[in-house]
């Protein structure tokens, strides 16, 4: 009778408690699996963000050099500073193609950008 009921919750009872003991293991498990992901998303968001840095500095590098490689460029050695006088230095530069080749320039020459190098003084530095 009543022995016997005992007996059968109290086996009920203990194995309730191994059943109990079992899930919190597979939820530790788990909670420690879960807590690895977490890191590890982090991290790849992080490296993520990184690359697209990276990829964002590199792509300006890319077309600074395409544009750069669009451009004819001229590179004029031992024009004297300041006989360009008021005219400016695209003028003056126009002036002295057109004289040194002998051509008229007009409208077959178009200088979008004139510039002078800056001299550095490197004594100063010393």
């Given at each position: 009778g009543?022995?016997?009921?005992?007996?059968?919750?109290?086996?009920?009872?203990?194995?309730?408690?191994?059943?109990m003991?079992?899930?919190?293991e597979?939820?530790?498990?788990?909670?420690?699996?879960?807590?690895?992901?977490?890191?590890?998303?982090?991290?790849?968001?992080?490296?993520?963000?990184?690359h697209?840095?990276?990829?964002?500095?590199?792509?300006?590098?890319?077309?600074?050099?395409e544009?750069?490689?669009?451009?004819?460029?001229?590179?004029?050695?031992?024009?004297?500073?300041?006989?360009?006088?008021?005219?400016?230095?695209?003028?003056?530069?126009?002036?002295?193609?057109?004289?040194?080749?002998?051509?008229?320039?007009?409208?077959?020459?178009?200088?979008?950008?004139?510039?002078?190098?800056?001299?550095?003084?490197?004594?100063?530095?010393?």
């Open positions: 009543v022995a016997s009921d005992v007996s059968k919750i109290k086996e009920t009872t203990n194995e309730l408690k191994i059943s003991k079992a899930i919190q597979r939820l530790k498990e788990t909670e420690s699996r879960i807590s690895v992901v977490e890191d590890a998303t982090a991290q790849l968001t992080s490296d993520g963000e990184k697209g840095k990276s990829i964002d500095i590199l792509w300006k590098r890319v077309e600074d050099l544009n750069r490689s669009r451009r004819n460029n001229v590179r004029l050695v031992g024009l004297k500073e300041g006989r360009e006088g008021g005219e400016g230095l695209v003028k003056y530069i126009q002036d002295v193609l057109a004289d040194g080749l002998g051509m008229d320039l007009d409208g077959e020459l178009e200088i979008e950008r004139a510039h002078r190098r800056v001299r550095i003084d490197r004594r100063a530095w010393f």
